[in-house]
Structures are given as C-alpha cells and as structure tokens.
C-alpha cells in the first residue's frame, strides 16, 4: 500500500532582488495513515514553506518550483502528484481531504464574521448541508474540541475569543470535514501550557478516532515527544535526520538535533547558560551573544522596592444599560499587591486570560487602572499625565506579545529601532543611531544587512527579536517582557535567554518577565509570582515556587509543561 502522502525530492527557490534564494533542498517525507509526523526545526527552517506547498498555497512567484513531487494517495493505491493538480481540483482537496490549522488563529480567522458562521461556511461549501445542518455540525464540533458555551460562541467575533479559544476554533474548522491529512503548522506554539496539553491530547484523539495522517510542525522537541510517532528534523531547508522518535530522542545523531535537545530551559540550573545551535555546529558563523556562564543570584539592592504596587484593579464593562453605564464587570486585575527590587526578575506565570498582560501594560499606563496606585522610585505613576508620563516610558520598556502587531509594516526594521531614539534625544546624529541599531541587531543573532527589510520579510522568531533590539535601544533601567519568548523556538529562546541575562548583568536593570511556561519563567527568574483570574495566586523565590509548589493551581501549571521525554 502506498503512502498517505510521498514528498519526493522537493525544491523551492524564492525568487528576489537578488536572484533566486534556495528555501528547500531535496526535502523527502513519508506520511502513512494513522501516523503523527512531526516536522522539527527552528524559524526560518523551511517547515512552513514545506506545508505551504502541499496545499499550494504559496504565491508563485516569488517562490520557484524547481524539482520534486509530492504525491498524495487516499485510497492507498493511486497516487495524484498535487503540484500538477489544477486550481480547481486543489480548491475541492483544501480544507476537504487535506485540512490545515494555521500558526497564529488570529490572522487565519475573518474578523467580520462569527467563529460559527466560518466553521459553517467550510461545512456548506464541501459537505452540501443546510444552514440549519451546518449550524448543528458546528455546535457539535465545538464540543468535541472542548468549547465552553458552543452556542455562545457561535454567535461571537474571533476578537472576543482567547488565544487557546481561537485556536480551537480552527481545530474545529479543520477537523469538521474528516479530512485524510491533517498539517498543524505551530498550534500550540503561543497557548498556555494547559491548554497546550488539552490540545495536544484532542489532536492526539480525533487523529486515533478517524485514522487520519498528520503532520505536526513545531519547535519544540518537548511538544513532540508527547504526540509523534516519527520526527523529520530540518534545518536551513534541508532534512538533516528522521525516525522514531524514541530513536531520535535517545540517540540523536546530527549535531543540530542534539542542540535542540540541550537548549530547553526545562531542568537546565537556574542563572546558568542555555547551550545553543552553534556550540553543536562547529562550522556555524554566525553573530552570537556574549553571554556569562554563571550569573550571580540578584539580591534586592535596597530596602525600598524599586517598583511598588498597591491593590491595583482593573475592571472592563461586559454589560451596558441603554444609557451607557456598566452594568457588570470582568476583573482582569482584581486587588493585586507586590513589590519588584532593583536588578531583579519577577517572573509573572498565570493561564491565558488570568490577567497578567493586562497588569504589565497598566503598569505602564497602557491601560488605566480602576482603582489602586503604582509607585516607580518612590514616585507615583498613577498621579502623572503628559510629558512627566512620557519621560518616564523611556525609562520603563515594554516587549509586546505580538511582534508583527506591534511594528510599522511600512517601515523598515532599521527605521523601527532608531525611532524611539530620536524621540528621546538618543545619539547625536541619524548615522550614530545607525550604528548603535546595528549593534542591536547583531546583539539580537540578526545582521546589517537586515536593516533596510520590512516586518514582513521575516519569520516570527526574527520579528521578536527586533522588537526586543527596539526595547533595548532606549537603555531603559526596568523591562516588562510580555511572553518576549513564547512564541520562539527553542534554540533562539535559548539565544534570547542568555541575551537577556548578559544585558541584564551589564545594564543593571529590573525586569518583569511574564510567560505562561513555568519552565522558562523558573530558569530565568529571581522569584515567581503566580496569577489566576486576575487574583495573586502564590510569590516567592524561583526554586521554591518551582519545586515545592503551594497552590494546586501552580501544581497543575508544572504537570503541564512537556517534560520532553517521549512514553515508552
């Protein structure tokens, strides 16, 4: 019996100002029926582009199909080479035989439409049913994939969703179809680790119930091991090693995958240097971070805490009267109260929508508190407005969740960098603010010549390391780091770990360091405050926190991260 699908020999140029750029090379996988393959590797590895071409979604140009095939087969015996099948035929397969959950749901969802009304519209268009059909298919499907409220949710916008939420819906979108493949390009890569194991075990069980083919994409080794029977390890467009993951995980051959391995933060010593790519790849050239080995624990520097806050709230309206006035409320903060010392990490740990971006922002004054006061230095920041309120942005910085929403797409990167400086009066001339932005994006693993790109012409992981270079540049003396890492893979997180705690070692400044992964707030942290639904759920030091755990909600957190080792 032939393969569910057969990528043979696949080759792909992108074609640009300067010539064409090589993004795959002679990529060769199997996917059988009933089988997890997981595609592993780092950003801009060509994992994307390899699940891209086999739904042909790639724009030609500017990529080049130089070589290969890529043959899917759903009854086992003949075999259809889909880079020859036409527009309409790949329409009819699309989301029918060969369903694909997207990297970021946002963006993959219509913002004009109801999450219903878009699991509906795939459920007419292939199956045939009737509105009323296709409402009840969907509501069923939002049960399945663990929904709170499907009929609530039918009715609501992606913007009124959460992350995890989001992403189920386009689990549901893709699984509504029974389709014979399934490509899950990152699902997990930015969800909370709870909902990440919720999932992880509902794509684990639809796979097993409908014996479907899968391919899994992602970054991190962790993930893998907990749902692949075979793993495909790429880097720089090319497949370096495959097999069972047991093999892989026991008895990595490549250099790179033995990186992978080594760089996650999980049970690594805390303070301690992460390894990274080029310590394995000895013929690796490129800019890295000096980092410190062993970093000394931070103590408080003095007995004022640097960053005080005082029972802050912060409510949002759900519910209006006719007249306008708030009739209920979310408490997205709800009476919090803790103090951050100078030249410290608070890591600050919670589920999506426990209210943790909320109070990094309003820290800031990005959000404006209810009620409560924030003292920075002994100063309130509740009490400014203006240019005290401006001043005092330069001195504390926020890196955003979502780098992509977060740069100016027509502008390019260096533009982006160098244009907090200006404002605040930083180097003395365009060309000294040059060189100190290509300083930064060397510090940051990019290089010069990235200076005059667009947001647009990097990966993920490469846009979260220009909004940390933007950060940086301004010598701010107190970071919010807003889940800065969550979103990259493992080797780069590894890179940006170390680059924060050798700046950190030099500059002297105070950081907030908010994730949903305990594994990565415990390695980098000094202490752990854990939040849950907008409430102070446990604080304390790091280790204690980590590994004696005294709410069963932190507990729960821990049992949830990939511990990395796949079950026997």
């Not at 694909?100 to 963006?107: A, K, L, N, S």
């Not at 916008?157 to 689990?171: D, E, N, T, W």
């Not at 408080?300 to 005082?310: F, I, N, S, T």
């Not at 209210?355 to 209810?370: F, N, S």
Request: hydrophobic share 40%; charged share 20%.
């Amino acid at each position: 019996m032939k393969p569910l699908l057969d990528i043979q020999n696949l080759t792909i140029h992108f074609s640009g100002e300067q010539g064409e750029i090589p993004a795959l090379r002679q990529v060769s996988l199997r996917v059988n029926r009933g089988e997890i393959l997981a595609l592993v590797g780092e950003s801009g590895s060509g994992k994307s582009v390899t699940s891209l071409s086999i739904l042909r979604l790639l724009p030609t140009p500017p990529a080049v199909f130089k070589q290969g095939q890529i043959l899917y087969s759903p009854d086992g015996e003949k075999q259809t080479d889909l880079l020859k099948e036409s527009a309409a035929a790949m329409q009819q397969l699309r989301g029918n035989h060969i369903s694909m959950i997207f990297q970021e749901p946002m963006t993959s969802l219509n913002p004009v439409y109801t999450c219903g009304q878009q699991v509906a519209e795939a459920l007419r268009l292939h199956k045939n049913l009737s509105a009323q059909e296709a409402r009840g298919q969907t509501l069923y499907w939002f049960e399945r994939v663990k929904l709170p409220n499907p009929a609530a949710i039918y009715d609501r916008f992606p913007h009124q969703l959460s992350g995890g939420q989001k992403q189920r819906v386009m689990i549901a979108m893709a699984m509504c179809c029974h389709p014979s493949l399934l490509i899950c390009d990152e699902p997990t890569t930015a969800l909370d680790v709870t909902v990440q194991k919720t999932i992880l075990q509902l794509i684990r069980e639809l796979q097993q119930e409908s014996g479907m083919g899968v391919i899994f994409i992602t970054h991190d080794l962790g993930v893998v091991a907990e749902v692949a029977d075979r793993a495909a390890v790429m880097y720089r467009g090319e497949i370096v090693e495959s097999g069972p993951v047991r093999e892989l995980f026991t008895n990595p051959s490549h250099p790179y995958t033995q990186a992978l391995l080594a760089c996650r933060p999980v049970n690594h010593p805390r303070g301690k240097r992460l390894p990274v790519v080029s310590d394995f790849m000895g013929n690796e050239k490129q800019p890295q971070p000096i980092v410190i080995d062993n970093l000394p624990e931070q103590k408080a520097a003095a007995p004022e805490p640097l960053l005080k806050v005082e029972d802050l709230s912060v409510w949002f309206p759900i519910k209006k009267s006719f007249w306008g006035k708030p009739l209920q409320f979310t408490r997205a903060v709800d009476e919090v109260s803790f103090d951050v010392y100078k030249g410290e990490t608070l890591g600050l740990v919670g589920e999506s929508g426990c209210g943790k971006t909320t109070l990094g922002r309003t820290l800031l004054r990005l959000i404006e508190p209810t009620s409560g006061k924030i003292f920075y230095n002994g100063e309130e920041l509740t009490a400014r407005s203006g240019k005290s309120l401006q001043s005092m942005r330069r001195d504390i910085q926020i890196i955003f969740q979502d780098p992509y929403s977060s740069l100016n797409p027509r502008l390019t990167i260096g533009s982006a960098i160098a244009e907090p400086m200006r404002v605040h009066g930083i180097g003395n001339s365009d060309k000294d603010r040059r060189g100190k932005v290509i300083d930064l994006l060397e510090k940051v693993n990019l290089k010069a010549e990235h200076y005059n790109r667009y947001p647009h012409e990097f990966s993920g992981g490469q846009r979260q390391r220009i909004v940390i270079a933007r950060a940086l540049g301004l010598n701010p003396s107190f970071i919010i780091c807003d889940e800065s890492v969550s979103a990259l893979d493992v080797s780069v997180q590894a890179q940006v770990l170390n680059l924060l705690n050798d700046l950190k070692k030099e500059y002297g400044f105070t950081v907030i360091f908010i994730s949903h992964d305990l594994s990565v707030v415990r390695y980098i942290s000094d202490r752990i405050l854990v939040m849950n639904r907008g409430r102070i759920e446990e604080i304390g030091n790091a280790d204690d926190v980590y590994l004696s755990p005294q709410s069963s909600y932190t507990r729960q957190l821990i049992a949830s991260i990939p511990k990395g080792l796949p079950a026997i």
